[in-house]
């Protein structure tokens, strides 16, 4: 489970919509399994970023190294679908760590429409849904 | 020494340090030293083979040690080591190459019509021969679900029935034919849906769905359609589908009208938040009971084979929210808005149910019959026969509804339909013995259950109701 404090879930939302038609993306830091701190990161994929997105490394070895000295961790990463369903798709799986919370909000015509968390395998093979809970 | 940053999300698997400094010349003696250190971190870092999972990076300072010397690059004293993870995703179907098994000469003639629809095309198609699908129920909606999505191409269906074809199945369950009465419905169903399609996985389970054998049954499907029509199963159903994460497309018939939609999908509501509760046993009559028009459960049954087909397909708008209420007499459609119950026990925000529980009961349907009271027992139809031929002085109370009576009726009996008996009670005789009877005794149980708070003693449930009493006295009485 995975539980994100309400100011936050509505700055990723707004992030997440604001990015619309393209995916955005960004870093889940709290502990225990709750997130009080969200980083929107730039999406750096340099091909159609209506479908795709990738993280610069850098930016979050950055996230991690503050969530270190605040003495929190990163516990998962949110994206957005597009004009799309919350799934965790194929590509999704094939580009996964297993360390974290995937978040995906379904952003349909510029609003959330809905969203799923799930927590990906070590192969990159299956991706099992968790309870998301915000608010 | 040099240092290694634990990335946050592993320090639960290295003591809950931040850093460690660990002896070596290389990035991979570092990595080696790590993980000897913390043994846990293994998995998380290397796959069985011992090779850098493909999400990780490692960073020697800044530079990306894939685009230095790769795990051979040299580290010094002063050095820091990161372990970053690659991040990237995207929700595209469209630039997914298909992982499908390709479609053969003769499924790309036989989908044609399916092929050139821009929606579906070849990648569509094997979407659709990729998907599993649960069926629970071979019977009226079973029906027109097996026959389509059989058709359309689904490659792999869990067909779970445990019923056998009888005579009064043939008026809505077009899977079936009259040559398969006698035959179990899985084995006559499954006769007809890989005559349409030879392609298609069938796995059968002849077994009713229970809480024992839900999940595990469940568990490997994409998709499960609700084709049942009796509160435990659905409930039974809906739980494990949230408990599993997987669709459940719901349908449900009953004489002229009938509801479809789409539960436990994509953060929806479930039938739980729909009904928390279940009906008191016998209220809703089932289809046996009440009736139902034969062609009923093929319009229900086919919108949830649309449904099915579009969340395969992953077009269109799913009936997610909205129930579709349907009236065969007025031929009109109405929707009504449903929504995620926050507070809902298994779906909500605080499950309380967490696993699947004893559904018989939570519908209050006793495991056992209790045992009836002597006054109120049931009576064989071949003991009616015989107070009849005694001419014992009793009453025969048909509690069925005029247009049953005019099927087939005891000539003794007095017809008061159950929902009039309350008003007409001053119509029978409390010191003579009541015999009620009604199709199979479900509702003349419940007719005696009213005289008996009303103050009658002397009651007997003739047990089998008219069916009964056509098996064992009187073959002339037609049985429906």
């Given at each position: 489970?995975?539980?994100?404090?309400?100011?936050?879930?509505d700055?990723?939302v707004?992030?997440?919509?604001?990015?619309f038609?393209?995916?955005?993306?960004?870093?889940?830091?709290?502990k225990?399994?709750?997130?009080?701190?969200?980083?929107?990161?730039?999406?750096?994929?340099?091909?159609?970023?209506?479908?795709?997105?990738?993280?610069?490394?850098?930016?979050?070895?950055?996230?991690?190294?503050?969530?270190?000295?605040?003495?929190?961790?990163?516990?998962?990463?949110?994206?957005?679908?597009?004009?799309c369903?919350?799934y965790?798709?194929?590509?999704?799986?094939?580009?996964?760590?297993?360390?974290?919370?995937?978040?995906?909000?379904?952003i349909?015509?510029?609003?959330?429409?809905?969203?799923?968390?799930?927590?990906?395998?070590?192969?990159?093979?299956?991706?099992?849904k968790?309870?998301?809970?915000?608010? | 020494m040099?240092?290694?940053?634990?990335?946050?999300?592993?320090?639960?698997?290295?003591?809950?340090?931040?850093?460690?400094?660990?002896?070596?010349?290389?990035?991979?003696?570092?990595?080696?030293?790590?993980?000897?250190?913390?043994?846990?971190?293994?998995?998380?870092?290397?796959?069985?083979e011992?090779?850098?999972r493909?999400?990780?990076?490692v960073?020697?300072?800044?530079?990306?040690?894939?685009?230095?010397?790769k795990?051979?690059?040299?580290?010094?004293a002063?050095?820091?080591i990161?372990?970053?993870?690659?991040?990237?995703?995207?929700?595209?179907a469209v630039?997914?190459?298909?992982?499908?098994?390709?479609?053969?000469?003769?499924?790309?003639?036989?989908?044609?019509?399916?092929?050139?629809?821009?929606?579906?095309g070849?990648?569509?198609?094997?979407?659709?021969?990729n998907?599993?699908?649960?069926?629970i129920?071979?019977?009226?909606?079973?029906?027109?679900?097996?026959?389509?999505?059989?058709?359309?191409?689904?490659?792999r269906?869990?067909?779970?029935?445990?019923?056998?074809?009888?005579?009064?199945?043939?008026?809505?369950?077009v899977?079936?034919?009259?040559k398969?009465?006698?035959?179990k419905?899985?084995?006559?169903?499954?006769?007809t849906?890989?005559?349409?399609?030879?392609?298609?996985?069938?796995?059968k389970?002849e077994t009713?769905?229970s809480?024992e054998?839900?999940?595990?049954?469940?568990?490997?499907?994409?998709?499960?359609?609700?084709?049942?029509?009796?509160?435990?199963t659905?409930?039974?159903?809906?739980?494990?589908?949230?408990?599993?994460?997987?669709?459940?497309?719901?349908?449900?018939?009953?004489?002229?009208?009938?509801?479809?939609?789409?539960?436990?999908?994509?953060?929806?509501?479930?039938?739980?938040?729909?009904?928390?509760?279940p009906?008191?046993?016998?209220?809703?009559?089932?289809?046996?009971?009440?009736?139902?028009?034969?062609?009923?459960?093929?319009?229900?049954?086919?919108?949830?084979?649309?449904?099915?087909?579009?969340?395969?397909?992953?077009?269109?708008?799913?009936l997610?929210?909205?129930?579709?209420?349907?009236?065969?007499?007025?031929?009109?459609?109405?929707?009504?808005?449903l929504?995620?119950?926050?507070?809902?026990?298994?779906?909500?925000?605080?499950?309380?149910?967490?696993?699947?529980?004893?559904?018989q009961?939570?519908?209050g349907?006793?495991?056992?019959?209790?045992q009836?009271?002597?006054?109120?027992?049931?009576?064989?139809?071949v003991?009616?026969?015989?107070?009849?031929?005694?001419?014992?002085?009793?009453?025969?109370?048909?509690?069925r509804?005029?247009?049953?009576y005019?099927?087939?009726?005891?000539?003794?009996?007095?017809?008061?339909?159950?929902?009039?008996?309350?008003?007409r009670l001053?119509?029978?005789?409390?010191?003579?013995l009541?015999?009620?009877?009604?199709?199979?005794?479900?509702?003349?149980?419940?007719?005696?259950?009213?005289?008996?708070q009303?103050?009658?003693?002397?009651l007997?449930?003739?047990?089998?109701?008219?069916?009964?009493?056509?098996?064992?006295?009187d073959?002339?009485?037609?049985k429906?």
């Amino acid at each position: 489970m995975i539980r994100i404090e309400r100011e936050v879930w509505d700055r990723m939302v707004s992030h997440a919509e604001k990015c619309f038609p393209k995916e955005g993306c960004g870093v889940m830091v709290g502990k225990d399994g709750v997130v009080s701190r969200s980083v929107a990161l730039p999406n750096v994929y340099d091909g159609p970023q209506e479908d795709f997105f990738v993280m610069d490394p850098k930016d979050l070895n950055r996230v991690d190294e503050e969530a270190r000295r605040d003495g929190l961790e990163v516990l998962g990463i949110y994206h957005s679908h597009p004009d799309c369903d919350a799934y965790f798709s194929k590509r999704d799986l094939e580009h996964s760590c297993p360390w974290f919370s995937y978040v995906v909000l379904s952003i349909k015509n510029g609003r959330l429409d809905h969203a799923n968390s799930y927590r990906p395998d070590f192969d990159q093979t299956v991706a099992n849904k968790e309870e998301l809970v915000y608010g | 020494m040099a240092k290694i940053l634990i990335p946050t999300a592993l320090r639960q698997f290295a003591g809950k340090v931040d850093s460690v400094e660990v002896p070596g010349d290389t990035v991979r003696e570092l990595l080696a030293g790590l993980t000897s250190r913390h043994p846990e971190l293994k998995r998380h870092l290397f796959t069985d083979e011992g090779k850098l999972r493909s999400f990780v990076n490692v960073y020697i300072n800044d530079e990306d040690i894939r685009y230095l010397n790769k795990d051979a690059t040299p580290v010094g004293a002063n050095d820091t080591i990161s372990i970053v993870p690659s991040i990237a995703g995207g929700s595209t179907a469209v630039a997914e190459p298909a992982q499908a098994a390709s479609l053969n000469k003769d499924e790309i003639l036989r989908y044609s019509r399916h092929l050139i629809i821009p929606e579906v095309g070849m990648e569509g198609q094997q979407k659709l021969k990729n998907a599993k699908v649960a069926l629970i129920g071979a019977g009226a909606l079973g029906a027109p679900l097996g026959l389509y999505l059989s058709a359309a191409g689904v490659g792999r269906i869990g067909l779970v029935d445990f019923d056998v074809v009888d005579f009064t199945n043939l008026q809505r369950q077009v899977i079936h034919g009259t040559k398969d009465v006698g035959k179990k419905k899985l084995d006559s169903a499954a006769e007809t849906m890989l005559d349409i399609n030879p392609y298609l996985r069938l796995d059968k389970f002849e077994t009713p769905l229970s809480s024992e054998n839900a999940l595990d049954i469940l568990k490997d499907y994409d998709i499960v359609i609700d084709g049942t029509d009796n509160f435990p199963t659905r409930y039974l159903v809906n739980d494990a589908c949230v408990l599993l994460g997987k669709p459940n497309v719901y349908g449900s018939i009953f004489r002229f009208e009938g509801q479809a939609t789409v539960f436990a999908y994509e953060g929806g509501p479930c039938y739980r938040c729909l009904y928390p509760e279940p009906p008191p046993p016998g209220l809703i009559p089932s289809c046996a009971e009440g009736g139902v028009l034969g062609i009923l459960p093929g319009t229900i049954g086919l919108i949830q084979a649309t449904e099915a087909v579009k969340i395969i397909l992953g077009i269109g708008e799913s009936l997610r929210g909205r129930l579709v209420l349907y009236d065969a007499l007025s031929m009109r459609f109405r929707e009504l808005k449903l929504r995620r119950n926050p507070e809902c026990p298994v779906c909500g925000d605080h499950p309380t149910i967490t696993k699947l529980i004893d559904y018989q009961e939570f519908c209050g349907i006793p495991k056992h019959q209790p045992q009836a009271p002597a006054d109120s027992a049931d009576i064989d139809p071949v003991e009616v026969k015989a107070l009849i031929d005694n001419k014992t002085p009793f009453t025969l109370l048909d509690v069925r509804e005029p247009h049953e009576y005019q099927i087939g009726n005891i000539p003794t009996a007095k017809l008061i339909p159950l929902g009039d008996l309350p008003k007409r009670l001053n119509e029978l005789n409390r010191d003579e013995l009541i015999v009620a009877h009604c199709k199979s005794g479900v509702r003349s149980a419940k007719a005696i259950e009213l005289l008996k708070q009303s103050g009658f003693t002397k009651l007997r449930n003739m047990k089998g109701g008219i069916l009964a009493w056509s098996d064992k006295v009187d073959p002339s009485v037609p049985k429906y």
